[in-house]
T-cell receptor, first 114, second 114 residues
């Protein structure tokens, strides 16, 4: 089936540094999402993105977070600066439309902030 | 706010055993309910969904029935196989919802031994 690719699979950085998580969504999809999963907890919605804009975001999407998809390339999540509590697995997802359409998830990027 | 509770964190079964994973939700109106499955090294993928009271979703021998009276969507399979070993997530999408923001349960790790 359709695949969402996330690069890298694991990233280790020092607290205070900037990190960019990359997502290659399914090619004809128009809606993009990030979810965060802290170890042992459920996946939680961060943000969704369409037509170059953030459409909806949760309280977890702090001011240090930003998303973009320049020129149809990777859909990225940037955290600047990082904090210890940002350590988690970040899942990217995409869908053709919103509402009733199926979300396709990547395998996640494990972010470890030291 | 909306929430999903999965009672079992881990389930260990033998092949051909009967599986039940309990899922209860809290949300207003008629949310859409989902079961996702995540195999090792992959992202969560949709197993099936249901949108109306008493609707049954099913796929690959798994099934669940939307029960608004008990706010439940329990996952069942009559005879599990080793290949069913994975993490199973129950999720809901609030209604009405403009965008595909999913609320996930904590996940249930299923281990099936031959």
């Amino acid at each position: 089936g359709p695949k969402v690719l996330q690069i890298p699979s694991h990233q280790i950085i020092d607290m205070g540094q900037m990190v960019t998580l990359n997502c290659d969504p399914v090619s004809n999809h128009l809606y993009f999402y990030w979810y965060k999963q802290i170890l042992g907890q459920q996946m939680e919605f961060l943000v969704n993105f369409y037509n170059g804009k953030v459409m909806e975001k949760s309280k977890l999407f702090k001011d240090q977070f930003s998303v973009e998809r320049p020129d149809g390339s990777y859909f990225t999540l940037k955290i600047q600066p990082t904090a210890l509590e940002d350590s988690a697995v970040y899942f990217c997802a995409s869908s053709t439309t919103h509402s009733q359409n199926t979300l396709y998830f990547g395998a996640g990027t494990r972010l470890s902030v030291l | 706010g909306d929430s999903v509770t999965q009672t079992e964190g881990q389930v260990a079964l033998s092949e051909e055993d009967f599986l039940t994973i309990h899922c209860n939700y809290s949300a207003s109106g008629y949310p859409t309910l989902f079961w996702y499955v995540q195999y090792p090294g992959e992202g969560p993928q949709l197993l099936f969904r249901a949108s109306r009271d008493k609707e049954k979703g099913s796929s690959r021998g798994f099934e669940a029935t939307y029960d608004k009276g008990t706010t439940s969507f329990h996952l069942r399979k009559a005879s599990v196989q080793e290949s069913d070993s994975a993490v199973y997530y129950c999720a809901l999408r609030p209604f009405p919802s403009s965008f595909s923001k999913l609320v996930f349960g904590q996940g249930t790790s299923l281990s099936v031994v031959p």
